[in-house]
């Protein structure tokens, strides 16, 4: 039976991780320091097989017995995280990875590193492809987020190299689902609680600003396919299906039948203009592409929100 830990076992990603690496037979131990994870995304599970571990990757690193994979998602992932948090997160990013790549070495295991399409910054060139070296403020509010993960995946590849641990990286465009936090601020949370309360939508800028949208099923699919790969190198793993923010907050508003409208405010500081993944090489590399389309995604999202949102 196959050994997997998760690191940031408890999030949002994480927490669906779980379940999927159960299903497919491996003893899955995660863990977590619940910063922002949610000990109430995984108390469901009732799985000898699953076990949970609060620790702070920052920190030594010990697991008794084999272990075959890690699934490195430890860190904040929210601009309201990371501005809460800024020091954390770029703790966890460089010492986290660090720790987590040495227990790869010692167990002669199998790393992925979960990064994100944010080490593309706000980008000049569009869709973005992996050979794209990106368009980031490193002192910017948004820069511990953003060289957090540009340092985890040069560290990554440095012990790929140096220290031959087999690595993954998966660059991680906008993904939603259930069990996002209600005030996770990034822009499904945001619209769907605004839009339930029966308030304007928030829409910063001109809202012409573009995101794309995965759901989180099919991201997890992905992680998994590229964890199982021969593919060291990083991978785009997104929905390439494209959508202003205007555009966006318009449905939000037709799905649940909020009168309310928007309201603007301005734009975050380096808050990119476009995001949409090329994922010509997951295709070609992993065959793996998005099966649930955006709509089909919110409506089960939408039903979650229903359920969880105290107004």
Not at 91 to 110: M, P
Not at 181 to 209: H, W
Request: proline content about 6%; charged content about 25%; glycine content about 8%.
């Amino acid at each position: 039976m196959p050994v997997s830990l998760i690191t940031g076992g408890a999030g949002f990603i994480g927490s669906h991780l779980c379940e999927f690496l159960l299903e497919k037979g491996h003893e899955v131990i995660c863990m977590d320091n619940l910063i922002t994870g949610n000990i109430n995304n995984i108390v469901h599970i009732d799985d000898e097989k699953f076990s949970f571990i609060k620790h702070d990757v920052t920190n030594y690193i010990y697991i008794k017995g084999d272990l075959d994979y890690i699934f490195h998602l430890a860190s904040p992932a929210s601009p309201i995280d990371y501005i809460e948090w800024p020091i954390q997160t770029l703790k966890v990013g460089s010492l986290g990875t660090h720790k987590v790549l040495g227990l790869a070495k010692e167990k002669k295991s199998r790393m992925l590193l979960a990064s994100t399409s944010e080490v593309y910054g706000d980008p000049l060139i569009h869709p973005q492809k992996e050979d794209y070296w990106g368009n980031v403020n490193p002192i910017g509010p948004r820069g511990v987020y953003d060289e957090a993960k540009r340092f985890a995946e040069a560290i990554t590849m440095a012990y790929n190299r140096y220290h031959g641990v087999e690595t993954r990286i998966a660059r991680i465009f906008n993904t939603f689902g259930e069990r996002m936090r209600i005030n996770d601020g990034r822009v499904v949370p945001n619209f769907m609680c605004q839009a339930l309360n029966e308030d304007p939508l928030t829409v910063y800028g001109s809202g012409k600003q573009t995101r794309s949208f995965c759901y989180v099923s099919d991201l997890v699919k992905g992680l998994y396919t590229l964890m199982m790969s021969n593919v060291d190198t990083p991978v785009n793993l997104g929905n390439p299906e494209e959508i202003s923010v205007m555009e966006f907050a318009l449905r939000i508003n037709d799905m649940t039948g909020n009168k309310a409208g928007t309201v603007f405010k301005p734009l975050p500081i380096d808050d990119p203009k476009e995001r949409k993944p090329d994922i010509t090489k997951a295709k070609t590399k992993l065959g793996w592409e998005p099966k649930v389309s955006m709509m089909e995604g919110l409506d089960k999202t939408l039903e979650y929100f229903k359920k969880e949102y105290k107004p």
